[in-house]
């Protein structure tokens, strides 16, 4: 039987979405521990006051829509392919080896590897160089800040950072369209910008497979296959890394791949967008100049030609 109750209560006593969606904060920091196989230490100690000052204030797209509509080339060129396939990735246990010119070389487990670093909820736009485009609750942490931990050397200016390589797992590597394993980098200012987030989570659980798990670079101002899944090896460098849809198809496909809707793809425009969560004929938008980070991100490309150094 259903009952109906009287309250006092009043739209005034109603938690502010902010403050509601702030919850997650609490698990993430939790959840996001246990994935990478160690014992969190209290929510609170691990959460900054300022954890959710960089995220959009738009509404995120639906869980179902996040994790079923993707670009995972390992697991094959389809968006649902990632979601059908990527069950079987083994990702425990984890290592990810560290190398180059960095004070603290090695190959670490990946609790080691994230010990200490305070997990936040940054929700994000992400825009994919296809020119569609979704909303994300992540769960992670500044890359920055491992990267001060490791100790990166003076004459470092460039982070490359590569994917898992397991064809045995990953059905889309048995193909050879793309020299395996995945590649990418960032220039080293671009990855100390506190926008720059390694991500083990979404939506307050651990990274689903298909979308990056365990550890996934996210960075939100670039084209979406700049933000580099399931991550084994960073690399601190003196020149710039090659990066797989670069060495494809640089004509298509710059180091920077930074949102920008005056510069367009040789084969569509980058005028506009689809959100996805919108359905397939609606929701389109105009795409905003850096995916709308202009604020915190304009200044590292003062003096750069950016229809140049697309």
């Known amino acids: 039987m259903i009952r109906s109750f009287k309250t006092d209560l009043r739209w005034s006593d109603v938690t502010p979405r902010a403050a509601f969606l702030n919850r997650r904060q609490i698990i993430a920091a939790g959840m996001g521990a246990l994935a990478a196989g160690a014992l969190a230490r209290p929510a609170a100690a691990r959460i900054e006051a300022a954890a959710s000052r960089y995220s959009t204030s738009e509404a995120p797209d639906s869980l179902e829509t996040i994790t079923g509509y993707n670009n995972f080339y390992e697991f094959g060129t389809d968006k649902g392919d990632p979601a059908a396939y990527a069950g079987g990735l083994t990702v425990d246990p ?45 769960i992670g942490f500044e890359l920055s800040g491992l990267l001060n931990r490791l100790g990166v050397q003076s004459g470092a200016k460039y982070v490359a950072f590569e994917t898992l390589l397991r064809p045995e797992e990953m059905p889309g590597q048995r193909a050879r369209f793309i020299d395996w394993p995945y590649r990418e980098g960032l220039r080293l200012d671009e990855a100390m910008n506190p926008l720059t987030i390694l991500a083990t989570g979404l939506y307050g659980d651990p990274m689903p497979r298909q979308n990056g798990a365990p550890i996934r670079l996210v960075v939100p101002w670039k084209y979406g296959f700049k933000s580099i899944k399931s991550i084994v090896r960073i690399s601190l460098v003196d020149k710039m890394p090659p990066t797989t849809w670069n060495m494809l198809q640089a004509s298509e496909y710059g180091f920077y791949a930074n949102v920008n809707p005056e510069v367009d793809h040789p084969r569509w425009s980058q005028a506009s967008e689809r959100r996805v969560g919108a359905g397939l004929f609606g929701g389109r938008q105009d795409t905003v100049k850096f995916n709308g980070y202009g604020d915190q991100v304009a200044g590292l490309y003062a003096g750069q030609d950016l229809a140049k150094d697309y």
Do not use: H, N
């Open 94 to 138: 984890w290592s990810v080896k560290v190398d180059g010119l960095v004070d603290r070389p090695g190959t670490y487990d990946l609790a080691d590897l994230i010990k200490g670093q305070p997990l936040e909820e940054r929700i994000y736009r992400f825009r994919c160089v296809e020119a569609w485009s979704m909303v994300i609750p992540w």
